[in-house]
Every structure is written in structure tokens, then in C-alpha cells.
């Protein structure tokens, strides 16, 4: 019986995981009014409150986005060089 729990135990840890995504893009505009980051391929993603938003964060700069649950939670902005 242990060990199935700590197989189940497992297996919920790695799904968890498994439903984090990043997303890379170049920004095309951010609207620091109401967070929002649209990148040159056309996705938005509305940034919540309690998310820093990096101060160097601008239209041409690399960005990477971690999302969890399909886009439904992100949970931080990283930004990269100017392209």
C-alpha cells in the first residue's frame, strides 16, 4: 500500500510539471495600463498583478512567458535581447 501511494505521489508531482508551458515570441506592443503583451506573432497575454513585469520589457525585445494550465495562469515574464 505504500508503495502505490508513493507512486500516486509521484505521478500527481510530474503532471503538475507536465502542464507548465514557456512561450517565447517578440514583443510587437505592451500596454503597461492593463498588462497586456502582444507579441509579433499575434498571442496576447494579459500579465496579472501579482507577476513582476520586468522595467525593460518594450516592443522588439525576446520574451519568455511561463504559463501554467493552458494559458489559464502565467507565472513570470522574462525578457531577452532586442532582435
Not at 16 to 34: D, I, Q, R, S
Not at 48 to 60: E, F, K, N
Request: charged share 20%; aromatic share 2%.
Amino acid at each position: 500500500m505504500r508503495k502505490l501511494m508513493l507512486a500516486a505521489s509521484a505521478l500527481a508531482l510530474m503532471s503538475g510539471a507536465a502542464l507548465a508551458t514557456e512561450v517565447h515570441g517578440v514583443v510587437a506592443k505592451f500596454n503597461p495600463a492593463v498588462r497586456v503583451i502582444t507579441l509579433t506573432n499575434g498571442e496576447s497575454y494579459t500579465i496579472p498583478r501579482d507577476v513582476a513585469i520586468p522595467p525593460q520589457l518594450a516592443a522588439g525585445k525576446r520574451v519568455a512567458i511561463d504559463e501554467h494550465d493552458n494559458g489559464a495562469k502565467i507565472d513570470s515574464v522574462l525578457v531577452g535581447s532586442a532582435t
